[in-house]
């Protein structure tokens, strides 16, 4: 069973920056596309970025250019550094790990840490 725990979320002004963490229990960690995904009061999950093994990365169009995914192998852990942010931003985030062959299906989720953009 693989264990995701997320942190780093908060309450933060329009135009801020916040930077989510998510470590993973996961030996084999590099070996896997790992993502992240928001839910919003009374909307559907959708994702929001992933970033494959080999660094490559996706992102949905509405946070292009202000929100980056990265991760650091040696520590199990991704990123997701998040600036410009909007109040639509606010959600619950969460991690995931990526089914193996698909990029886009996750198979393992975090619990979920609030993100929320207000003044």
């Known amino acids: 069973q693989v264990q995701l725990v997320e942190s780093g979320g908060g309450l933060v002004q329009p135009g801020g920056s916040l930077r989510l963490s998510c470590t993973a229990s996961?030996?084999?960690?590099?070996?896997?596309?790992m993502g992240w995904y928001r839910q919003a009061p009374g909307k559907e999950r959708e994702l929001v970025a992933i970033i494959r093994n080999s660094g490559r990365t996706n992102y949905i169009d509405f946070v292009k250019g202000r929100f980056t995914i990265s991760r650091d192998n040696d520590k199990n852990t991704v990123y997701l550094q998040m600036n410009s942010l909007k109040p639509e931003d606010t959600a619950v985030y969460y991690c995931?790990?990526?089914?193996?062959?698909?990029?886009?299906?996750?198979?393992?989720w975090g619990q979920g840490t609030q993100v929320t953009v207000s003044s």
């Open positions: 995931t790990r990526a089914r193996p062959g698909s990029d886009f299906v996750p198979d393992y």
């Open positions: 996961e030996s084999l960690f590099n070996a896997y596309t």
